[in-house]
């Protein structure tokens, strides 16, 4: 069906642009290319060169297009609310200057949650006063986004406060107004627990962009068991490349057959420092995607 897969700095273990011992962007765009990707999201804000004339230059001289990037920024606080909001518009300036059409909306995974990501039955929940907050800042951050004419999807994201089925389907409801729509991150979603396949037959009208994500069901076992944070759960290997874990990709693959157009990012995030390597990993996931017939 030939989707528009792309990568980012997210799978080279680079979630923010001052992580000490993380690889130059050079590098990780470089390995982006070479593992056969002809799409990319730009990774946090600052990681590229800050001249869009630079940036989309080396982008091209990569063969790279832009799917789009995100913010990963603590929704949840409302006293983050006025630096979220710059950071938002500096984020989304900078995806429609470089040719992207989404921004990717993560709330920042809090130590609160952190502790119960994977369990929903233990996890706290946000609240009257706070879930209002919250709904302020999704809204705010999509308002933001509709102005530099993005599309905001909403991503839901382990340890964060929009992890699992109850809360997705209550901010999707409370924000459609605003525009909202839906990231389905397939690792994410079995990480809470929550059947990606189904959650997307069910949603395919809110569901324009996907990350194509999986889950060593071991590794996945032993962190919900013994209550690991989400950061040292990654470190462990959580996630693994695409088709090694437990998504069915193959019943995603009958769904999406039925008439999805948008594109996909391929993501797993990784400690930099584990013992495979992004490139390999990469290149494992695309070619198992594309040997599934998802993309060309």
């Known amino acids: 069906m030939g989707l528009q897969m792309a990568n980012g700095p997210v799978s ?21 290319s070479a593992a056969g990707y002809r799409w990319c999201e730009l990774g946090p804000l600052g990681y590229l060169p800050d001249d869009d004339g630079v940036a989309r230059s080396e982008l091209a001289a990569r063969g790279l297009q832009v799917a789009g990037s995100y913010v990963f920024e603590p929704m949840h606080d409302p006293a983050r609310h006025d630096d979220i909001a ?13 040719g992207g ?12 949650r952190s502790a119960t990501a994977g369990r929903s039955d233990l996890a706290p929940r946000l609240r009257a006063e706070d879930y209002r907050g919250f709904l302020h800042g999704l809204r705010m951050v999509a308002a933001i986004a509709d102005g530099y004419g993005l599309t905001p999807v909403l991503h839901p994201h382990a340890g964060s406060y929009v992890e699992f089925e109850d809360e997705i389907e209550q ?106 390597t992004p490139l390999d990993d990469a290149r494992a996931s695309l070619d198992y995607l594309r040997d599934l017939g998802l993309t060309d």
């Open 12 to 32: 080279w273990g680079v979630d923010r642009p001052d992580l000490p011992g993380a690889p130059g962007w050079e590098e990780v765009f470089d390995e982006i």
């Open 171 to 276: 901010v999707l409801r409370d924000a459609a107004d605003d525009g909202m729509q839906l990231c389905l991150d397939t690792g994410h979603f079995a990480y809470a627990g929550i059947e990606p396949v189904r959650f997307l037959a069910e949603h395919r009208t809110r569901t324009p962009y996907l990350h194509f994500k999986d889950i060593d069901p071991v590794v996945h076992e032993q962190v919900t068991t013994n209550g690991v944070g989400f950061f040292d759960a990654i470190t462990a290997g959580v996630f693994c490349p695409v088709g090694q874990g437990i998504v069915d990709f193959e019943a995603l693959k009958i769904e999406l057959d039925s008439g999805f157009d948008g594109p996909g990012t391929v993501e797993q995030d990784r400690d930099f420092r584990s013992l495979t």
């Open 86 to 98: 710059e950071v938002t518009r500096q984020t989304c300036r900078r995806i429609a200057a470089l």
């Open 101 to 112: 059409a989404y921004l990717v909306v993560i709330d920042f995974v809090s130590a609160e």
